[in-house]
């Protein structure tokens, strides 16, 4: 049987933070490492245009989600690793084919996009409108139907099985319904209680090259309440459109103070499991939690994690010629399918 396909990216803005690593980076470990899969992992430098941004720091933000990628086990044996912008041709001309299915008005409407218009209300451009068609495009050119990303992705991917539907109906493809796979850690919140950890948010994220000092000092920034009370800090709904929601996109109605507890139960729970969570959640409702005590051990806990990462990541450091052939041999893989589904449209859209 034909093994099912995979893609997914993130954008060329620099380290990558805990969120990044919770909602998409383990997504894609775990998919690379299933037999059933063949995967595609992208740095999405096209993206990174649709906000405002430094040349000369896109260059180097490139080089440390690389980095980073390959330290967290991104592996060349098993994916294809590789920049958007090294497919530019194809990408950007699948996705310009896509956007004549697409309304403005569809795009105009998304949380995300309302999201980066109010973060940057300055620079709302065509690029930004279009993100979502773009990442359709990357998505559907290797006809992949799983996508590991952050449940803020979610509403993108909607897009996505949109236009795979119109496409395949109006010009007889067959594009797959891509869906989201979705981790533990779908939904950081930022450590200052306030939205999601965000690369964009100062404050708001632990990065995965942190080390425990630095992890240390960014928790016990995170705002607590008195440590006694009703779990106000649970009722997380269920499903992906209730969540967004409830997130509201990102925000509820609880409290900074609340929303940090949010934050440090979810990651006690990641990190050390649910047992030591439900052993907080019973010393919440009696005793009190001594949040000093919570925050230094959780930070060990992390740091335990990020470790052996950040010891991969100094020997690939080391080693600038290897990395640099890493992307040439991904984008070689990549290309071969891409071009496939491009000739594919083309012919079918009569161009
Ligand atoms: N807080 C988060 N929780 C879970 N997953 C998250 N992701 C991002 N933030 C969280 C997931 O990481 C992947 C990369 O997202 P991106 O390409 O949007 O990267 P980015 O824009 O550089 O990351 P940020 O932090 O989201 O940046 P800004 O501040 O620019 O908005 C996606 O799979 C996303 O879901």
């Not at 690029?127 to 992705?153: E, F, T």
């Not at 994690?305 to 991904?330: A, D, T």
């Amino acid at each position: 049987m034909a093994k099912k396909r995979v893609l997914s990216g993130i954008r060329a803005t620099g380290r990558l933070h805990l969120g990044n690593y919770l909602g998409a980076v383990k997504g894609m470990l775990a998919l690379q490492d299933d037999p059933d899969y063949e995967t595609f992992y992208m740095i999405a430098d096209l993206h990174t245009t649709t906000t405002p941004f430094e040349p000369a720091e896109l260059k180097k933000g490139r080089r440390e989600v690389l980095l980073d990628y390959l330290a967290a086990g991104l592996d060349t044996e098993k994916s294809a690793i590789f920049a958007q912008s090294d497919l530019a041709d194809l990408h950007a001309q699948l996705a310009f084919y896509f956007s004549t299915v697409v309304s403005v008005a569809r795009l105009r409407h998304l949380p995300t996009f309302k999201d980066k218009v109010k973060q940057y209300p300055g620079q709302v451009t065509m690029a930004l409108l279009n993100y979502p068609v773009l990442m359709a495009a990357d998505i559907l050119i290797y006809k992949a139907s799983k996508v590991p990303v952050g449940i803020d992705q979610e509403p993108h991917l909607e897009v996505a099985r949109e236009i795979a539907r119109k496409m395949n109906s109006k010009y007889n493809l067959n594009f797959p319904e891509p869906t989201r796979f979705a981790t533990k850690g779908e939904h950081i919140p930022s450590l200052t209680g306030k939205g999601k950890m965000s690369k964009s948010v100062q404050g708001s994220y632990l990065n995965l090259t942190d080390d425990l000092p630095a992890i240390k000092a960014k928790l016990a920034k995170v705002p607590t309440d008195a440590g006694v009370g009703d779990l106000k800090y649970e009722n997380v709904p269920k499903g992906a459109a209730e969540k967004l929601k409830y997130f509201g996109v990102y925000e509820s109605k609880q409290t900074k103070e609340s929303r940090g507890v949010a934050v440090l139960m979810l990651l006690v729970e990641i990190f050390q499991g649910k047992e030591r969570k439900e052993e907080y959640d019973k010393q919440y409702e009696g005793e009190g939690i001594s949040y000093q005590k919570l925050k230094g051990e959780l930070a060990k806990a992390i740091f335990e994690e990020f470790k052996p990462i950040q010891k991969k990541r100094k020997e690939f450091e080391e080693k600038p010629e290897y990395v640099e052939k890493v992307l040439e041999k991904g984008a070689k893989a990549a290309r071969k399918v891409a071009e496939i589904t491009v000739r594919e449209v083309r012919d079918k859209m009569g161009i």
